[in-house]
């Protein structure tokens, strides 16, 4: 049996397991309209989210070896899935970050978190078992959502138009997941914070990135960084993204079709989690913080943030409209640094190349 890394027992502070089931989140009424790009960095007030606990269990669901925490918006059709790998080599629960994957729900999506605390901390080996995660929820997540939410006309998940989204370790898997098994139906992927290596001294030698080269597959990307990731919040204790393991080094792997790096300079590591949690880490000292900052402005940044990089997808008026957002993100009223690859709404062929489908792995 492997044996865990110290600094994995950190998110144990954190954890926290609310009960199993089906949960009715209330949306959050804003002032801004939804019709408006801006509206996408407000949760959508027309449509309320279900939050269901799948737990991973042999007995009643063989082939499913990780928990998933789903976030189902009110909403009848097909509809894009988010796959959600947390923090900590998606050893925490995905309900965790529930402001933003409720937020994300809100405007269109399914949104299923992936996650177990036990098992092989090996990424590898977790990214080979996010494949059984996926036969599993193709075959079987639409019957769950028709047996646990309590609504007539429920969505229908359409996992041909699907996303890969992460944090921090987690991000390991999904790269992982990339490079060695192609991309399935992910048509983008979305990296929070994200870390290469097995731990945050980068003592074990296994990493997804390589300095230097590109990585074997072609996907549109977003990067979303925090400003203070490679800082260390104590003496003597490693950053939670160090800057050689970082945002920076996954951007510089990725192959231009396109892909989009936005950093929000004045926030944290785990600014990103809900309040409680982003209190916690604040008070603990995990991973730096600003504690004269608002952080849910920083959690609305990031979920309108993705949904303009998805939505430009769709057609040449969308991403019109959307791509200011892109380029100049204003929303958080405070230092962002933004570097992207080239991108023009083009009538004559796709807005963003390879958009329309997931390429095959480069080789």
């Known amino acids: 049996m492997e044996t865990r890394p110290a600094w994995t027992c950190l998110p144990i502070v954190l954890l926290a397991y609310p009960s199993a089931g089906r949960r009715f989140l209330k949306p959050v009424q804003v002032a801004q309209?939804?019709?408006?790009?801006?509206?996408?960095?407000?949760?959508?007030?027309?449509?309320?989210?279900?939050?269901?606990?799948?737990?991973?269990?042999?007995?009643?669901?063989?082939?499913l070896k990780f928990n998933l925490d789903v976030f189902v918006p009110r909403m009848s059709g097909f509809l894009p899935v988010i796959y959600f790998l947390p923090g900590f080599q998606a050893t925490i629960p995905a309900k965790l970050y529930s402001s933003i994957l409720k937020h994300l729900a809100s405007h269109g999506f399914v949104v299923v978190g992936v996650w177990r605390t036990l098992?092989?901390?090996?990424?590898?080996?977790?990214?080979?078992?996010?494949?059984?995660?996926?036969?599993?929820?193709?075959k079987h997540l639409e019957s769950q959502i028709k047996f646990t939410v309590g609504w007539p006309n429920?969505?229908?998940?359409?996992?041909?138009?699907?996303?890969?989204?992460?944090?921090?370790?987690?991000?390991?898997?999904?790269?992982?997941?990339?490079?060695?098994?192609?991309?399935?139906?992910?048509?983008?992927?979305?990296?929070?914070?994200?870390?290469?290596?097995?731990?945050?001294?980068?003592?074990?030698?296994?990493?997804v990135v390589t300095p230097y080269q590109l990585l074997?597959?072609?996907i549109p990307s977003l990067i979303l960084a925090a400003g203070l990731d490679p800082l260390p919040a104590k003496t003597f204790y490693p950053a939670c993204a160090p800057e050689d393991l970082g945002s920076?080094?996954?951007?510089?792997?990725?192959?231009?079709v396109p892909k989009w790096y936005i950093n929000a300079l004045e926030y944290g590591h785990f600014d990103l989690l809900d309040k409680l949690y982003a209190t916690g880490n604040q008070a603990l000292q995990l991973c730096p913080a600003n504690s004269a900052i608002d952080k849910s402005i920083?959690?609305?940044?990031?979920?309108?943030?993705?949904?303009?990089?998805?939505?430009?997808?769709?057609?040449?008026?969308?991403?019109?409209?959307?791509?200011?957002?892109?380029?100049?993100?204003?929303?958080?009223?405070s230092a962002v640094v933004v570097v992207n690859s080239t991108l023009a709404c083009d009538r004559s062929r796709p807005p963003i190349?390879?958009?329309?489908?997931?390429?095959?792995?480069?080789r």
Not at 49 to 61: A, D, L, M, Q, T
Not at 162 to 173: E, K, M, N, V, Y
Not at 248 to 256: G, Y
Not at 305 to 320: D, I, P, R
């Open 298 to 333: 920083y959690r609305q940044h990031l979920a309108g943030t993705m949904l303009a990089f998805l939505g430009s997808f769709e057609n040449v008026q969308t991403c019109l409209s959307l791509l200011p957002l892109l380029q100049s993100p204003t929303f958080l009223g």
């Open 119 to 138: 098992g092989s901390l090996n990424s590898d080996i977790r990214a080979i078992q996010l494949r059984k995660v996926l036969t599993w929820t193709q």
């Open 248 to 256: 920076m080094r996954f951007f510089d792997a990725l192959r231009d």
């Open 353 to 362: 190349p390879g958009a329309d489908r997931c390429a095959s792995p480069v």
């Open 216 to 218: 074997p597959f072609s």
């Open 33 to 63: 309209s939804v019709a408006s790009p801006l509206g996408l960095y407000y949760p959508n007030p027309a449509v309320s989210v279900s939050f269901v606990r799948i737990h991973h269990n042999p007995n009643v669901f063989a082939g």
């Open 154 to 207: 429920k969505p229908r998940p359409n996992h041909a138009k699907s996303t890969l989204a992460c944090h921090s370790a987690g991000c390991h898997i999904a790269v992982s997941f990339l490079v060695n098994q192609g991309c399935a139906n992910f048509g983008s992927l979305v990296l929070m914070s994200p870390v290469d290596g097995k731990d945050p001294f980068g003592i074990v030698p296994k990493f």
